[in-house]
C-alpha cells in the first residue's frame, strides 16, 4: 500500500522520507490539502554494461572491409592518390 504524507510533514521529515524510501522501496505519495501533488518513488535499478563491448551491435558494415581498394595506390604522399 502507498503511503500518504501531508506537504507540510514531508518538508519537516524529507531526508529521512528519502531514506525510508530508499530502504523500504515503497512510494510515498505527498498531498496538498488532502489531494495528491507528488510521489516519490526509488529508481529503477539498471544494471552496470561493461566499459569494453558496450557498443557491441551498434554498427553496420557496408560492402567488402577486407579485400583491398584496385584503384587506390598508396605511397604515402595526399599527391599521388589517383
Known amino acids: ?5 501531508a506537504a507540510g510533514e514531508f ?3 524529507c531526508l529521512s522520507v ?6 523500504t522501496r515503497k512510494e510515498v505519495v505527498i ?3 488532502g489531494k495528491p ?3 516519490l518513488v526509488p529508481p529503477i ?18 560492402g567488402d572491409i577486407i ?3 584496385d584503384d ?6 595526399e599527391e599521388n592518390l589517383r
Not at 500500500?1 to 504524507?5: C, G, I
Not at 544494471?47 to 558494415?61: A, C, D, N, Q, V
Request: glycine share 8%; hydrophobic share 35%; charged share 35%.
Open 1 to 5: 500500500m502507498k503511503q500518504q504524507m
Open 11 to 13: 518538508k519537516a521529515k
Open 18 to 23: 528519502l531514506d525510508e524510501v530508499q530502504r
Open 31 to 33: 498531498t496538498k490539502r
Open 37 to 39: 501533488v507528488a510521489r
Open 45 to 62: 535499478e539498471e544494471e552496470e554494461k561493461p566499459l569494453f563491448g558496450r557498443m557491441k551491435g551498434t554498427g553496420i558494415i557496408l
Open 67 to 69: 579485400s583491398p581498394i
Open 72 to 77: 587506390l595506390v598508396w605511397t604515402g604522399d
